[in-house]
Antibody, heavy 124, light 110 residues
Framework: EVQLVQSGAEVKKPGESLKISCKGS????????IGWVRQTPGKGLEWMGI????????KYSPSFQGQVTISVDKSISTAHLQWRSLEASDTAMYYC?????????????????WGQGTLVTVSS | QSVLTQPPSASGTPGQRVTISCSGS????????VYWYQQLPGTAPKLLIY???QRPSGVPDRFSGSKSGTSASLAISGLRSEDEADYYC???????????FGGGTKLTVL
């Protein structure tokens, strides 16, 4: 069974740093891209970026480029999402999810399996 | 403002058939498959439809998807109370080189 298990909820102050994680199991972790998605009540689901575990090739959404860092440790099948300096506007639920690949064309497609989510609250 | 456009709400009575629309452009829906997700309250999104009209194992055949040009639809027949959830469409966007989502449709079962 494919599982993506995320780290627990975080409460941080503005200006603090944070790194959350997502551990994959039940499939070949290095065969699939992994992505991060932000969900806020006002803006719904937003793609932040994706990473390919074998070589850490990373693609960021223009909206999040420079705001966060996505990394991966393939030795422990874990992806990370990191902030250097949090802002109140980063308060949201963050999901990791596995990127699919179309079986016919081979092109990347949206997510099939999702983690349970990590709630990040940034407040002074 | 989401890249894909969905109605914010939809409703129906038990047993009815409801449809949810999703509109995009040539760089996303027009050139790639549409995916649909169901998000029950307090849970993560769950894949409902992939490649426009395919259901993952375990998804009831009451759920069906279709696509035409730059638009897509999700249909739910034989509506049940447990279908009350938020529904999101998604597609890969060739210009953004990543997935884009609709704003979500909140389905209420009256």
């Amino acid at each position: 069974e494919v599982q993506l298990v995320q780290s627990g909820a975080e409460v941080k102050k503005p200006g603090e740093s944070l790194k959350i994680s997502c551990k994959g199991s039940g499939y070949s972790f290095t065969s699939y891209w992994i992505g991060w998605v932000r969900q806020t009540p006002g803006k719904g689901l937003e793609w932040m970026g994706i990473i390919y575990p074998p070589d850490s090739d990373t693609k960021y959404s223009p909206s999040f480029q420079g705001q966060v860092t996505i990394s991966v440790d393939k030795s422990i099948s874990t992806a990370h999402l990191q902030w250097r300096s949090l802002e109140a506007s980063d308060t949201a639920m963050y999901y990791c999810a596995r990127v699919t690949r179309d079986a016919i064309s081979g092109y990347l497609q949206p997510f099939d399996h999702w983690g349970q989510g990590t709630l990040v609250t940034v407040s002074s | 403002q989401s890249v894909l456009t969905q109605p914010p709400s939809a409703s129906g009575t038990p047993g009815q058939r409801v449809t949810i629309s999703c509109s995009g452009s040539s760089s996303n829906i027009g050139s790639n498959s549409v995916y649909w997700y169901q998000q029950l309250p307090g849970t993560a999104p769950k894949l409902l439809i992939y490649r426009n009209n395919q259901r993952p194992s375990g998804v009831p055949d009451r759920f069906s998807g279709s696509k035409s040009g730059t638009s897509a639809s999700l249909a739910i027949s034989g509506l049940r109370s447990e279908d009350e959830a938020d529904y999101y469409c998604a597609a890969w966007d060739a210009s953004l080189r990543g997935p884009v989502f609709g704003g979500g449709t909140k389905l209420t079962v009256l």
